[in-house]
């Protein structure tokens, strides 16, 4: 209550000041992760002191306070991100700017000029994150900022802020019918910025190289990597094997993709079997040109805006990195083999070892090879029994396996026998290869869960998953998946590992996990909505929408009919609502208006205050009784104005003055 009272003992100039200041530092908080350290700093220094000058009525600083101060900005920032151009280091300088227009801050000229700059800013917000909570704390800012204009016109002294709100929201309710029409008609375009993000800091997730052992301690990243729509039955969770990158080429520590001519040699030879699933996928940006998919895909997905191929290890790859949220369909199935069936030269780089790497994983090798009981065996009696070693040996599933050294297969078989997916399935090709067995790894998203309430399947990063293939004579690639011969809870997800949990959901989750639960089943599907009616709307869907409304084969020239067709119709509707508008503002007083210009025309100064008995007065002195129905209608005007009784409706006055005799 007393900074409510300090607060309306400020000058207007103050009030409305610091007004503004917590409406750019709403605007500016979403947006402080995404900024360098000392740009959120030098941001939240100014405005303070811009809202202290304000309180204390001191001084503006000087132009040379504010040339010294911009200099230093740009100078950290070409320090700081190499370039004045581009997107982060445009909106450093956009924020900079914008808090130290402030310290300039003297006229209205100067208000309009911040105004416009914060609608800038707040766009600027969107590069990095179209999520519901940024689009509501950018509505939040929308409003505070058109509250902050319409309260810079409004006249002297101290208007509310209630009134330029009530006013603000209701030109947000206005322009809304505008924005929903653009929105849904206005040509989608691809965003202007990607937002790369792969640094590779040991949370999870996929890349399209493995690093093994270079990571201590693994953080399960719970964000949602996509989402997919089942058309029937969902296969079981042990099924869910969705493909990402293929890491082929080993050179002792990393794993990475081949690149795509060796894979030209590799033929695809993909056999189905079974009924296929029919699934969407709407799939978050990645910075990635894979296409998630669950294994195996015969058929090309389509997804507008993009070329699509395949890969002979069943990938599906888009010409560019998915840099925003897409939605394509896919048919799988879950049963199928796919590569050579005999042994080729294609097969070779499966084998490939670094020479003298991991020694005692070749002993290994060479003792089950001289082994009388695996003498003549296939490829599937030597899997099995390296899988009954993992069952049987000691070893763990971890996510804390510490860091390994260069030898990481070894590492994992005689010492650590401990690890995540990747370090299992990691070692196993090591080993396969030294048999002589092709192997190589796939990495994706295994199990996932489904939404309660919307009934999405979701996958999260911590859903990544490694696993192996390895080449059999007469069958050719299968499917081998080490870690659910280790932990067989984490395939199939019946018992899936989480990341901690935060103080708040921690909190929720002690006093109620069903709660919890379905607090977080909620949240999902209102953000599962968000995406696929807001930031999914492609130009497809908007093709789609003109194909309800009756166009066979609609194209963007049909869209920008449409759109032009309805801008016609709002205009003409504005327009006729206009007329309606003047013709119910007073209709008493348009009569009277137009009584008096008749009166002129007939040489009767009649002033625009005069009332109707006066004005019956002047037409009995210059007309006399020849003018008798004309003073009567006059009377009967005003007591219809003014009487309690009104002797005559409006309508039948109207009526009788176009039948009235007018004086010449």
Known sequence: MKLATRLQALPRDARDTLFLLAVITLLLLPQLPNLPWWCSGLTVVVLIWRGTLAVQARPLPGKWWRAALLAITLIATYATHRTLLGRDAGVTLVVI????????????RDAFVIFFLGFFTMLTNFFYSQSLPTAFAMLLALLGLLTALVNAHMPVGKPPLAQAARTAGWMALLGAPIMLVLFMLFPRMAPLWGTPNDTMTGRSGLSNSMRVGAIAQLALDDGIAARIKFEGPVPAQRNLYFRGPVLSNFDGRTWTAAPLFENAFMPLNLR??????????????????????????????????????????????????IGDLVRYSAESYTRFLSGPTGRTAALQPYLALPPGSNPRTAQLAAQMRSDPALAGATTSAFVQAVLQRLRTGGYSYTLDPGVYGDDTADAFWFDRKAGFCEHIASAFVVLMRALDIPARIVTGYQGGEINGVDRY??????????????WEDGAGWVRVDPTGAISPDRVGQFRRLAPAPGLFSGAIDAM?????????????????????????????????????????????????????ALLVVVSLAGAGWTLWERSQHDPWLRLLGQARARLRRAGIEVPEAMPPRQMA???????????????????????????????AALSALR???RRLAWPR
């Open 617 to 647: 007065a002047r037409v009995a002195e210059r007309f006399g009784d020849s003018a008798r129905p004309l003073q009567d209608w006059l009377l009967r005007l005003e007591a219809q104005r003014y009487a309690r009784t009104p002797a």
């Open 512 to 564: 109620s996990p069903t709660l919890a639960q379905n607090l977080r089943a909620a949240w999902d599907a209102v953000n599962n909505g968000w995406n696929q009616w807001v930031l999914n709307y492609t130009q497809s869907r908007q093709l789609d929408l003109l194909k309800n409304l009756g166009f066979e084969t609609p194209s963007l020239m049909d869209l920008a009919t449409v759109l032009l």
């Open 457 to 470: 399947w979701v996958l999260r990063h911590s859903d990544a998953h490694a696993w192996a293939e390895v």
């Open 272 to 321: 189905v079997d079974g009924e296929p699933v029919r699934y969407e996928v709407t799939l978050e940006p990645s910075n990635r040109p894979w296409l998630l998919t669950l294994d195996a895909t015969p058929i090309k997905p389509e997804l507008p805006g993009y070329r699509v191929f395949g890969t002979s290890d069943l990938q599906w790859l888009a010409n560019r990195p």
């Open 97 to 108: 700017l914008l808090a130290l227009k402030t310290l300039e801050l003297r006229a209205r």
């Open 655 to 657: 009526a009788e003055f």
